[in-house]
C-alpha cells in the first residue's frame, strides 16, 4: 500500500513538474518578452515601433500566430472570422518597416494591426 502511494504521489509530482516547466505557447516567439500584447497599449506599442525596439514584421507574425493559436487550434475561439493573407501581411509589414527606416512616418497608429469587430444581427 505504501508503494502504490508513493508511486502515485511520485506521478503526481512529475505531473506537475512537467506542467509547470513546461513551454508556455503564449510566450512570444518574435517579439521580445518585454512585450506583453494582452496587456499593451496602441500607445506603447507605438512607441516601441518608433523606438526601433520592435519590427512591424516581428508585431504581425506574433499577432497572426496568437489568432491561429486560440481561434483555431487550443481554445478554438472561433472568434476572429477573416484574416488578410498571411503573405499580403508580412508584405505591408516590411514595407512599413522600410519606411520607418527612411523615417517616412505617416502617423502613430500606421503600423499597428488591429482587429474589428462586427456585430451580425441574426433573425
Given amino acids: 500500500?505504501?508503494?502504490l502511494f508513493s508511486f502515485a504521489f511520485l506521478f503526481l509530482?512529475?505531473?506537475?513538474t512537467v506542467t509547470w516547466f513546461g513551454e508556455d505557447?503564449?510566450?512570444n516567439r518574435y517579439l521580445p518578452p518585454s512585450v506583453d500584447l494582452l496587456t499593451a497599449t496602441a500607445e506603447q506599442i507605438s512607441q516601441q515601433l518608433q523606438n526601433r525596439?520592435?519590427?512591424?514584421l516581428q508585431l504581425v507574425k506574433e499577432r497572426v500566430r496568437r489568432i491561429e493559436l486560440d481561434n483555431t487550434q487550443g481554445f478554438g475561439l472561433q472568434a476572429v472570422m477573416n484574416v488578410v493573407p498571411y503573405e499580403t501581411l508580412i508584405?505591408?509589414?516590411k514595407t512599413r518597416d522600410?519606411?520607418?527606416?527612411?523615417?517616412?512616418i505617416h502617423?502613430?497608429?500606421l503600423r499597428?494591426?488591429?482587429i474589428v469587430k462586427v456585430n451580425n444581427e441574426s433573425p
Fill in 91 to 93: 508584405e505591408m509589414a
Fill in 112 to 114: 499597428i494591426p488591429i
Fill in 13 to 16: 509530482v512529475l505531473a506537475i
Fill in 107 to 109: 502617423g502613430p497608429l
Fill in 25 to 27: 505557447v503564449h510566450r
Fill in 53 to 56: 525596439s520592435i519590427t512591424s
Fill in 98 to 104: 522600410v519606411e520607418r527606416m527612411a523615417n517616412n
Fill in 1 to 3: 500500500m505504501i508503494r
